[in-house]
């Protein structure tokens, strides 16, 4: 089905060639600047709000919605119009607000330690069921506003590539959101973050690392069997290059796997020359992988131990575990068994 977040400014005009041209402004006020669905928008008239439900009803229904961390984070899980489901998280802070959601339903990328990866992939999402999603949760978030958009959920936003711009574009341009706030995940698409630099968007852009040597990144992310360290070394240094914007590694530490000495000092070698930020993750529990996340005590050694070797370091606060919100740990259950994905490669 069309969704009204499909549609330039000039195409709405177009229509509602019949109504008066203010229409066009009360439509395009409601939809950007108060995330609001049509038949919200009190500006309209009665009966050209139910026109355009009727024409353009929503993409996503509510089929699950669950909070934790005192109601501070809060998971929907999304059915769409062809049986699909995804999840998005809405996360509250002192000083912001963020939303993480998803740009595909379900994942090819098939990371052995999460949950997305291991529930597979069923199909690419939309402009409009992403946008929706980001919608949903600033309506949610009032009277806060909502500050920052994280591609984070599920799936692999440079697999789908040209929807994850659009979508960005969109919330840089039309919703008036600052495009520092806005941060792509990837686990190292090596030429679509070449071809992201660009764009002329300066977003935040965060590599899943999680390994810094081939043997160990190639068993728990697969696709660094295509794209080696070597490739995405020089996709990360094309980025700084040409957006002048400094990159973070997510790091989820295994315990015994990455979080080791030598792997201390391996990630310490990749991001060091590269000025890289490092996240580190305690390893949220998923059921399809049974080794554990590194300990408390462990994950403080390993920061230590970056920091005393001069990498800019933070440890990520765990949020939504309970509820299985965390990172790794989305999954939407009802999706198709695991297909290929043809990512193309650009020159």
Known sequence: MPSLYELSREELGSHLSGEPKYRVDQLWQGLWSESLPANEITTLPKSLREKLLTEFPPTLEIANDVETDRGATRKWVFRLSDGSTIETVLMNYDDRVTVCVSSQAGCAMGCTFCATGQAGFNRHLTVSEVVEQVMFAARTAAPRRLSNVVFMGMGEPLANYNVTVEVLRRLHEFKGM?????????????????????????????????????????????????????????????????????????????????????????LADFALPLNAHVNLIPLNPTPGYLVMGSTLQRVMEFREGLEGQGVNVTVRSTRGRSIDAACGQLAAVTNGKRRAVTIREKA
């Open 178 to 266: 600052s495009a520092r706030h806005l941060t792509v995940s990837t686990v190292g698409v090596a030429p679509a973050i070449k071809r992201l630099a660009t764009e002329g968007l300066p977003l935040t852009l965060a590599v899943s690392l999680h390994a810094a040597n081939n043997k160990t990144r190639d068993e728990l992310i697969p696709l660094n069997k295509r794209y080696p360290l070597e490739r995405l070394r020089e996709a990360c240094e094309k980025w700084i290059d040409t957006t002048g914007r400094r990159l973070s590694f997510e790091w989820a530490l295994i315990d015994g796997v990455n979080d080791t000495d030598q792997a201390m000092d391996e």
